[in-house]
């Protein structure tokens, strides 16, 4: 036989061959995001959806942080009593203390005062306070002061314990009936709630206000970040996440600003919450999540929305909801099963994502308001260190967007906590008379632990599939508000040993940012829909444009 004859052979067998595999090739169906590609994945729709979370997110960290400034406790001294005045002692004079002054009864052994033997006792009628930096806090209205100096910085666990609790009850809201909506509840909440506490009566009442407030807030802070990475393709999820949380940073220099023109605590309280009012105003333009509506089978809506994205973007629109529905298809069939926060850690890759996240926020969260409620000790007034800690985490928030995309996620959590860590590490080591030299490397740890958090929130809401996306960040979350939680009592081991809040942040940055690189990388990556998404990564790899349809499946 002649090699051509036998050539034209073999190309009729694979032709035969070909034929019969694609008959046999299961039916394919479009992802998300090439759906999304078509009505536009970035263009006026998604930055719009940026502008109308910025005015929400401006109320987070003049939240999370208010206690530096309405919790603040001034220079004080014991009040003189009227002993010391009828005996013709100037207050000024008198040899009193913070927490003790001298007894008014003189000792019965003397037979006059100048004889007497002197004895202090715990301040007898109250405390005078420096108002110059600070006309009112509660730590003044309610003296929590000396023995009681505790409760002020008690307030900020408080807060963040309901932070915690919110954190739950949103990623499940969210999760089961959707982002927009709770978005509402959150900002309704919270607005309530922030102007009540402003008109407590007591500490027991504001404190707890401020919990309740603090779960509320917490709904902001999910579901704004969520609702902006699900309305965007791979490549422009660091934009709309990275860009979109400057907000942050300008939160918290409208926070040294606030706090200085308002050094009343209870107008600075309403002010910081006033702009909630602008985003129930606003809410009724904010988009619901067209992925959460496919992963639940809402494909109406879906179909609304992607063609309000696309007319907003000047894309032709969907004029056929078939793609939509053959991406549904296989959510449908398996809505009847009910995801809970159990199934974070019944597969084992969610389950290492889970835990191993959740150390990584708790690392970052605690360095990160370590620092930032250390504002005294660097040469520099309360406002002025808010405003520069503020102000470094913008070119910060911009250093991590052009790398994350470029280096990866994973490095630039790993290394920006590892370079937090040293930066605290070194200050143990800087005399504190060279405030020069501990302001600047404190202020550089500032920015470095903002970066690690930034990206730890893109990162997180990128490993977790649509159908748990909320629960995972609500989850991780929580772990962050441990970590919150336990920033001021890291800070009160200083009475034990000056440095050793220092240390304990040090290690916990280091250990939670080499713990990291357990995490798999998703730059590139298409967002996981499902739970055998994320247990398949091959499933979401780069150029993995369609999915099987009859393997498509939720768990």
Not at 469 to 498: D, H
Request: charged fraction near 15%; proline fraction near 5%; include cysteine.
């Amino acid at each position: 036989m002649s090699k051509g004859g036998l050539f034209d052979k073999d190309v009729s067998l694979f032709r035969s061959e070909t034929s019969v595999r694609s008959s046999v090739r299961p039916r394919r169906v479009m992802t998300f995001d090439a759906i999304l590609e078509e009505v536009g994945a970035l263009g006026p729709f998604q930055v719009v959806l940026v502008v109308l979370m910025a005015s929400s997110r401006l109320v987070l960290p003049c939240n999370f942080l208010l206690n530096n400034f309405v919790a603040a406790v001034p220079p004080h001294r014991c009040k003189v009593g009227r002993w010391n005045a009828s005996a013709g002692d100037d207050d000024d004079d008198d040899p009193t203390t913070a927490c003790e002054m001298l007894a008014e009864t003189p000792s019965p052994l003397a037979g006059n005062r100048s004889e007497a033997t002197p004895t202090t006792v715990q301040c007898l009628h109250g405390w005078v306070y420096d108002n110059s930096t600070f006309s009112s806090t509660i730590a003044t209205e309610w003296d929590l002061v000396c023995e009681r100096k505790h409760l002020s910085q008690t307030i900020n666990i408080i807060f963040f314990l309901g932070v915690m609790l919110g954190s739950l009850v949103f990623g499940l809201l969210s999760d089961n009936y959707g982002r927009r909506g709770s978005l509402l509840l959150s900002y309704a909440l919270s607005l309530a709630l922030g102007l009540a506490s402003a008109r407590a009566d007591s500490y027991a009442t504001f404190a707890a206000l401020r919990f309740v407030c603090g779960s509320a807030l917490a709904g902001i802070s999910l579901v704004s970040v969520t609702l902006c990475v699900e309305w965007v393709t791979s490549p422009h999820r660091a934009f709309m996440c990275v860009i979109g949380s400057l907000s942050w940073s300008l939160g918290n220099m409208l926070l040294a600003g606030l706090a200085f023109l308002f050094n009343d605590w209870r107008p600075l309280v309403v002010a910081v919450t006033a702009p909630l009012a602008l985003a129930v105003l606003t809410w009724r333009w904010v988009p619901e999540s067209a992925r959460w509506l496919l992963a639940n089978a809402q494909v109406e809506k879906a179909h609304v929305y992607l063609n309000k994205c696309a007319r907003a973007n000047k894309r032709p629109k969907l004029a056929s909801k078939d793609k939509l529905e053959a991406l549904c298809s296989a959510e449908r069939s398996n809505k009847s099963q009910k995801l809970t926060l159990l199934h974070l850690f019944k597969t084992p890759e969610l389950r290492k994502i889970s835990l191993v996240s959740g150390i990584a926020w708790y690392g970052t969260a605690v360095t990160y308001y370590g620092i930032s409620l250390n504002l005294g000790g660097f040469g520099l007034n309360v406002y002025l260190t808010q405003f520069v800690y503020a102000a470094i985490e913008i070119p910060a928030k911009l250093l991590i967007y052009l790398l994350i995309d470029r280096v990866g996620r994973r490095p630039c959590l790993v290394g920006t906590l590892v370079l937090t860590g040293t930066c605290v590490g070194v200050n143990i080591f800087v005399p504190k008379d060279m405030w020069q030299l501990r302001s600047a490397v404190a202020i550089l740890g500032k920015g470095l632990s903002e970066a690690s958090f930034t990206t730890i929130f893109l990162y997180t809401s990128e490993l977790y599939p649509t159908v748990l996306r909320q629960s995972g960040l609500g989850f991780t979350n929580v772990l962050s508000r441990v970590g919150v939680s336990a920033a001021p009592l890291v800070l009160f081991l200083e009475e034990a040993w000056s440095v050793l809040p220092q240390v304990v942040l040090c290690a916990g940055a280091l250990t939670c940012g080499l713990l990291a690189l357990l995490l798999p990388e998703t730059a590139h990556r298409r967002l996981p829909e499902t739970i055998r998404d994320v247990e398949t990564p091959a499933r979401c790899s780069k150029g993995h444009e369609e999915i099987p349809l009859e393997t498509k499946n939720t768990t």
